[in-house]
């Protein structure tokens, strides 16, 4: 059998077409009108005002803060459970991050510890100057409390939906709530372009200047004419039209994505020990990776085992994301909490998600997961209640 794995690119069959059209026109410098049309067509997809297509999402979060605001030592409030793109555009900027653990009910921010630490900066007279906030695994944070403490305190809120498009929090696109938001088209990503991202803001001057930035700040004239330090952040043409034909069919990936999930609830309900990452009442998830977490005392394996039992299977799992402040890179910097991502690193897996998957290929997964469980209540598969429609 083939290998199987964790969130492989899944084209939708138009991409050689707009691909040749494009190089048929000779639409192969970065700007062009597959460029300007994947971003208008994102602003439809997300309900957003605007939108400014770049070659990643590091790169998008990177502009965002620039144009936010942040300057070298300013403080900025990040989600400790995320990779390591959601934190080092802080520090290209010369800024400190503080981390703030998740809530164990989500495993994203904890609205109350971010509120709390805004609260304490407040009175100590130093308010942070920006929150990025990352949706985890295709889930939304909660976040009207989070939008509201920062609007409270007048902190500019940034959202990292690298990993949450197609996800909605009450009805609406995920990553559109704040000043900013980023949206990231890497190769494992529900759609992608193979390496890309988006910015999106309801604030056109926003976007404006996050757009002259990534055009290595050139200024409308004639000749080159360069007033400040820009970078060369725009997406390409072509991979512009990569990702038009990706974005038409983000209904049917986000579909697909959440019936994997379905069928691993249903395969392995009844297994002791292991746990889903939960869909909160607010969201309507894009279930972009199936994530849960196994407690070994009760499993009777560890998540280590079932990821060697899988992989020699040829099969391609992970561990959940380390938290950022346990990571060398960044220990020297502030935790808020950290007891919960540091438990859902150290028992948390991410399974194969990809939406090409098959019935029979969950079927196989499955079951080499229950094969590693032995423990005392072990049951039949059974359909779990609850799941998400």
Known sequence: MSRIYLSPPHLSGDEQHRVREALVANWVAPAGPDLAAFEREFCDATGTGHALALNSGTAALHLALLVGGVL???????SSLTVAASVNPILYLGARPTFIDSHPDSWTMDPALLAGTLEARARAGRPPRAVVLVHLYGHSADIDPIRDACV????????????ALGTTYRGRAAGTFGRAGIFSFNGNKIITTGGGGMLVSEDPAFVDRARKLANQARENVRHYEHLEVGYNYRLSNVLAAVGRAQLAALPARVEARRQVFRWY?????????????????????????TVATV??????????????????????????WKPMHLQPAFERFDVVGGSVSARLFEHGICLPSGSALTRPDVERI????????????????????????
């Not at 560890?302 to 959940?320: G, K, N």
């Open 72 to 78: 070298p030592g300013d403080e900025v409030l990040v």
């Open 152 to 163: 409270a305190h007048e902190v500019t809120l940034i959202e990292d939906a690298a990993e």
């Open 265 to 289: 609830a249903e395969l392995l309900a009844g297994l002791p020990g292991l746990a889903f990452m939960p869909e909160s009442a607010h969201e309507r998830s894009s279930c972009w990776l």
């Open 295 to 320: 407690d070994p005392s009760a499993f009777g394996a560890t998540r280590d085992a079932v990821i060697h039992a899988l992989d020699r299977h040829d099969i391609e799992s992970r561990p959940a």
């Open 366 to 389: 499955a079951g080499i997961v229950r094969d590693c469980c032995s423990g005392h209540h072990r049951v039949a598969p059974a359909v779990a209640a609850g799941l998400p429609a």
